[in-house]
């Protein structure tokens, strides 16, 4: 079975297509980015689908990130992932931002806790742990910095996310995990729920409020 992942939801943009069956990334690309996600994303998927032979007639899924993250970054890859699997009339499937940077952790012998910590700004942070077969162990959340803490693992655990390094303390066991903090589409392509297929396209997953502030009513002169 191949799976297309893409992630645009935080500071990159990526695109992985990946045999399930072999569980083989077969073509990768990503760019580090904060912006500009939507002029790079449809090349970028002809690139990778290109490098191993123009698979569409063949391809099974589409998978996707669905946040939390930036709103635009969100949208992007949610749009992008339900026109190309409506175009090529397969299903799509998706994963939280949270789970994919769990999965980054391929070194956890201690089989820790995986406390994930993404910097959401405004002094506050997504937050969601997970075992170390990266079951949830709480729900996503979005909490102040000041409280993150108190939502932690009781013992030790790995932090990874770009806001990890907000709340390491190695006294109480808070150690940084060696993985990368942001999304990347191959977890997504090889990690992505295919049994049994959702039937419903992927709904985001924003824990905020859209940023967009209502419009100032217009000020009428009188005549």
């Not at 073509?27 to 449809?42: D, Y």
């Not at 769990?102 to 997504?126: F, M, Q």
């Not at 959702?198 to 859209?210: C, G, Q, S």
């Amino acid at each position: 079975m191949l799976v297309l992942g893409m992630d645009t939801s935080l500071q990159a943009c990526s695109v992985a297509l990946a045999n399930r069956a072999s569980g083989e990334v077969l073509s990768h690309r990503r760019e580090v980015m904060e912006r500009g996600q939507a002029e790079v994303l449809p090349d970028m998927v002809d690139a990778v689908m290109m490098e191993v032979g123009d698979p569409y007639d063949t391809l099974a899924v589409v998978a996707t990130t669905r946040g939390p993250g930036s709103f635009t970054g969100v949208r992007i890859g949610l749009s992008f992932a339900r026109a190309l699997a409506a175009t090529l009339e397969i299903p799509i499937t998706s994963m939280t931002t949270l789970e994919a940077i769990a999965r980054n952790v391929a070194h956890n012998p201690e089989r820790l806790p995986i406390a994930v910590i993404i910097d959401a700004r405004r002094e506050e942070v997504y937050m969601q742990t997970f075992d170390a077969d990266f079951e949830p162990l709480t729900e996503a959340q979005l909490t102040p910095l000041r409280e993150a803490a108190a939502h932690m693992p009781p013992g030790p655990c790995l932090l990874v996310g770009t806001g990890a390094g907000l709340l390491v303390d190695e006294s109480k066991g808070r150690i940084a995990a060696d993985a990368d903090p942001l999304p990347d589409a191959a977890i997504v392509a090889l990690h992505s729920p295919v049994e049994p297929m959702p039937t419903e396209p992927p709904e985001p997953l924003y824990l905020r409020p859209p940023d967009a502030k209502p419009q100032k009513p217009l000020i009428r002169r009188p005549n």
